[in-house]
């Protein structure tokens, strides 16, 4: 069995875009607290022409859960790893990794063998901006304005699942590249959600509207390219007894033991 480096399935879709660090990196400012506690999903979705939705791979993205409690989150940390037969036929299958204790406003890392109060403790580190985690997502990145985009185009309002969101088109131009050109995204913002701005996506005009960024379509054109979607997935707003002890316990062993 061989096994793929993990950021090259991390949900990153700069193979596709090449703007995945601009459009998925920063969050919250790394001293703002959540002030709410529970767990979310980020989820990659490929377009299904059957259905007519957008649906999850389980056996090809991360898409990690996260549990947070005030300014203390957990991130479910996998891998992607990939078998060949003789015959050069693959399989690819998902697997939990570890688990990632964050200390949002230190930006302090420990990481656990499994999510136990239990749990050895496997490295302990610092995260600096702008540098992508393997298997998971830096959603406590500090927002940031990059070179390239246009100007957002406002769309009409949309309800999807009961849930209202407000819309804009943005296009992206990698100013890097040697044959620019554009892409485009459509971004939709949860106005019902703004004590959760820490994990929305386009940080730099969800602050400016006020309300998180927790879903982007991306616009293809091409008939070759698979329509994608990253959706942030509010899966529950409350942490279970037991949760609540991992949490405690990893909070005292980073108090007892700091990265610094």
Same mark, same amino acid.
């Not at 479910?76 to 939990?96: A, H, L, M, Q, Y």
């Not at 959706?231 to 707003?237: A, D, L």
């Given at each position: 069995m061989k096994s793929f480096p993990w950021k090259l399935y991390s949900g990153c879709l700069s193979y596709v875009f090449g703007f995945c660090a601009i459009a998925f990196s920063g969050s919250a400012q790394h001293n703002q607290a959540s002030h709410v506690s529970g767990m979310i999903k980020y989820a990659l979705k490929k377009f299904d022409r059957q259905s007519n939705d957008y649906i999850i791979d389980e056996g090809f993205w991360q898409n990690p859960r996260i549990w947070y409690?005030? $300014? =203390? /989150?957990?991130?479910?940390?996998?891998? +992607?790893?990939? *078998?060949?037969? &003789? &015959?050069?036929?693959?399989?690819?299958?998902?697997?939990? &990794?570890h688990f990632t204790f964050i200390d949002?406003?230190? %930006? *302090? =890392?420990?990481?656990? *063998? $499994?999510? $136990?109060?239990? /749990?050895r403790l496997i490295r302990k580190y610092t995260h600096p901006d702008s540098i992508p985690v393997p298997g998971g997502w830096t959603f406590y990145n500090p927002s940031k304005e990059f070179p390239g985009y246009a100007p957002p185009v406002k769309m009409s309002d949309?309800?999807? $699942?009961?849930? *209202?969101?407000? %819309?804009m088109m943005i296009g992206y131009t990698d100013p890097s590249s040697p044959s620019p050109s554009e892409s485009r995204f459509i971004a939709y913002f949860r106005c019902d959600k703004k004590d959760w701005m820490i994990f929305s996506m386009v940080k730099y005009f969800a602050e400016k509207l006020g309300c998180p960024c927790t879903r982007i379509d991306y616009v293809t054109e091409s008939a070759d390219l698979l329509p994608l979607s990253q959706? +942030?997935?509010? +899966?529950?707003?409350q942490l279970t007894a037991e949760e609540l002890k991992v949490f405690d316990t990893w909070k005292r062993n980073a108090e007892r033991n700091p990265v610094h």
């Open positions: 409690k005030d $300014s =203390l /989150a957990v991130e479910e940390i996998k891998g +992607v790893w990939i *078998s060949e037969d &003789s &015959s050069g036929n693959e399989t690819r299958f998902v697997s939990v &990794s949002i406003p230190t %930006r *302090s =890392l420990y990481d656990y *063998s $499994s999510f $136990s109060d239990t /749990a949309t309800t999807i $699942s009961g849930i *209202s969101y407000q %819309r959706q +942030v997935e509010f +899966v529950t707003g």
